[in-house]
Nanobody, 126 residues
Framework: QEQLVESGGGLVQPGGSLRLSCAAS????????TAWFRQAPGKEREGVSC????????MYGDSLEGRFTISRDNIKNLTYLQMNNLKPEDTAVYYC???????????????????WGQGTQVTVSS
C-alpha cells in the first residue's frame, strides 16, 4: 500500500522547537510534491507549508515563514517540517500529504492531495 507516516510530535513549551518527519512507504517520494497541514479542534484544516518534488520551491502559510522550514531528503524518502519558536496557537494535529506532481498550483489547498498521513499531535503549553 502507498502510505505516509508522520513522527516527531509531542509536548513542547512556548518558544521551543520540534522537527516532524514524514516517511513514504510503497512509493518513491521523489516523484511527489509534499505538504504539511494542521487542524485544531473546531477549525478548518490549514496549509502550513509545501515543497516541490525536487525541493527547489517552497511556500508557507500566513505568519509561518521564518519560524517553520519545510525540507525533504528524497534519497531517504522523507520530508520534514522544522518548527521553531512555537506558540500556543500552533497546537494542532499535523498531517503530511503528497501529490504526484512536480509542483502543485494552490499547494496549500488540502483538496489538491491524494495521499495523507495519519497525523501527529503537537501541543504547545502555556
Amino acid at each position: 500500500q502507498e502510505q505516509l507516516v508522520e513522527s516527531g510530535g509531542g509536548l513542547v513549551q512556548p518558544g521551543g522547537s520540534l522537527r516532524l518527519s514524514c516517511a513514504a512507504s510503497g512509493f518513491n517520494l521523489g516523484y511527489y510534491a509534499t505538504a504539511w497541514f494542521r487542524q485544531a479542534p473546531g477549525k478548518e484544516r490549514e496549509g502550513v507549508s509545501c515543497i516541490s518534488s525536487s525541493g527547489s520551491h517552497t511556500m508557507y502559510g500566513d505568519s509561518l515563514e521564518g519560524r517553520f522550514t519545510i525540507s525533504r531528503d528524497n534519497i531517504k524518502n522523507l520530508t520534514y517540517l522544522q518548527m521553531n519558536n512555537l506558540k500556543p496557537e500552533d497546537t494542532a494535529v499535523y498531517y503530511c500529504a503528497g501529490a504526484h506532481a512536480d509542483w502543485v498550483m494552490g499547494c496549500l489547498d488540502p483538496g489538491e492531495y491524494d495521499y495523507w498521513g495519519q497525523g501527529t499531535q503537537v501541543t504547545v503549553s502555556s
